[in-house]
């Protein structure tokens, strides 16, 4: 009965060009990062470099290995306040190259993220407080490989990706 039915149903194809889909998670996260980065160095680095109580630590004569943590966590912190707005800019542009530029951030980060973890395990350790940040430590290092393991397969293999980021 229905096999000679004249009208047949008309199915659109899905178009993949464009951002949205998934990509809108991205943005979500390429925006919160650089804010979350800036929040955490007026909170956090920012207090410790206080002249006050930067005196109060090095009186104390612990700054040997905290002073270049504090140092290089202020300079990526920066980093991830530029490099992903700079990634948005190349992700509204529709650039050929963000994908590759996007999973080297994520690279990146990852290292960034190791080396890291390691230095304030090592420092944090030394000043007896080691147990209080592993935990945060793991679960930073854990999100990023979590991150990773979704977003390079998706910039890898995504025909939304494919379809969209052409322009030089």
């Known amino acids: 009965m229905l096999e000679n039915n004249p009208i047949k149903p008309v199915i ?9 889909g998934w990509l809108i998670l991205v943005i979500i996260s ?20 206080d002249s006050y109580n930067w005196t109060l630590i090095k009186a104390a004569d612990r700054t040997a290995l905290l002073e270049p943590l ?19 800019f ?16 994520l690279v990146t980060a990852l290292i960034l993220n190791l080396i890291d973890a390691g230095a304030a395990l090592y420092v944090f350790n030394d000043y007896g407080v080691g147990e209080e940040v592993n935990n945060e430590i793991y679960q930073s290092i854990a999100r990023t490989f979590i991150f990773m393991g979704i977003w390079i ?8 990706v494919k379809a969209t980021f052409l322009e030089k």
Do not use: A, D, Q, W
């Not at 397969?153 to 939304?160: A, M």
């Open 12 to 20: 659109k194809e899905k178009t993949y060009k464009g951002i949205g």
């Open 30 to 49: 390429l925006i919160l990062t650089p804010l979350l980065s800036l929040l955490y160095i007026v909170e956090s680095i920012i207090p410790i470099l």
């Open 70 to 88: 504090l140092y290089f966590e202020l300079i990526i912190n920066s980093l991830l306040i530029i490099v992903p707005l700079l990634l948005l």
């Open 90 to 105: 190349m992700m509204f542009k529709k650039s050929r190259k963000f994908p590759k530029f996007m999973i080297i951030y």
């Open 153 to 160: 397969p998706y910039f890898l293999k995504s025909k939304r």
